[in-house]
Antibody, heavy 121, light 106 residues
Framework: QVQLVQSGAEVKKPGASVKVSCKAS????????ITWVRQAPGQGLEWMGWISAHNGYTNYAQKFQGRVTMTTDTSTSTAYMELRSLRSDDTGVYYCARRRLGEFNYGMDVWGQGTTVTVSS | SYELTQPPSVSVSAGQTASITCSGDKLGDKYVSWYQQKPGQSPVMVIYQDSKRPSGIPERFSGSNSGNTATLTISGTQAMDEADYYC?????????FGTGTKVTVL
């Protein structure tokens, strides 16, 4: 079955970096994109950006420009999201989700289980 | 930046119909998706492209989108439908989520 499995919880100090992985299975990885979504404790969903697994194209939310890098490894069907210069308000659950390529919005149809990132001194 | 506004909460009696709205400028010109999120779980897409249901989503979930408002309707609401619901649209290549609505089943 189609699934996305994310890496485990992380605890980081302010100023550090975190890299979250998202391993895909059950579908042709490079025919889709991967979106990253953050959810702060008790808050709503926040779009961070997405990457095409077909050609590596990325589009980041303005809020995260300069601090985030999204990559893919097609040999292992894995997507990565690295966030740098962590602050306490980066604490939350980070999700990867599958999206179709192309101009039309088909939504995000498969989600990972989430990775909790805690930023604390 | 583009914004999508939802009511913070909606209450519905079991077996009745719940309607959740999502408002945004000229939203009817964009495709809208809806996600259900239960406590401690990942979101699940329940509607895409305004009114289409993914495989496995019950028929009691339906959607519409016109003008400045998209609506998710849950007919014959069940206790298991109690959750947070988020709308989502794309604007100039950027994905935007709504503010979220907590649905309580009485």
């Amino acid at each position: 079955q189609v699934q996305l499995v994310q890496s485990g919880a992380e605890v980081k100090k302010p100023g550090a970096s975190v890299k979250v992985s998202c391993k895909a299975s059950g579908y042709t990885f490079n025919s889709y994109g991967i979106t990253w979504v953050r959810q702060a404790p008790g808050q709503g969903l926040e779009w961070m950006g997405w990457i095409s697994a077909h050609n590596g194209y990325t589009n980041y939310a303005q809020k995260f420009q300069g601090r985030v890098t999204m990559t893919t490894d097609t040999s292992t069907s894995t997507a990565y999201m690295e966030l740098r210069s962590l602050r306490s308000d980066d604490t939350g659950v980070y999700y990867c989700a599958r999206r179709r390529l192309g101009e039309f919005n088909y939504g995000m149809d498969v989600w990972g289980q989430g990775t909790t990132v805690t930023v604390s001194s | 930046s583009y914004e999508l506004t939802q009511p913070p909460s909606v209450s519905v009696s079991a077996g009745q119909t719940a309607s959740i709205t999502c408002s945004g400028d000229k939203l009817g010109d964009k495709y809208v998706s809806w996600y259900q999120q239960k406590p401690g779980q990942s979101p699940v897409m329940v509607i895409y492209q305004d009114s289409k249901r993914p495989s496995g989503i019950p028929e009691r979930f339906s959607g519409s989108n016109s003008g400045n408002t998209a609506t998710l309707t849950i007919s014959g609401t069940q206790a298991m439908d109690e959750a947070d619901y988020y709308c989502q649209a794309r604007d100039s290549g950027t994905e935007v989520f709504g503010t979220g609505t907590k649905v309580t089943v009485l």
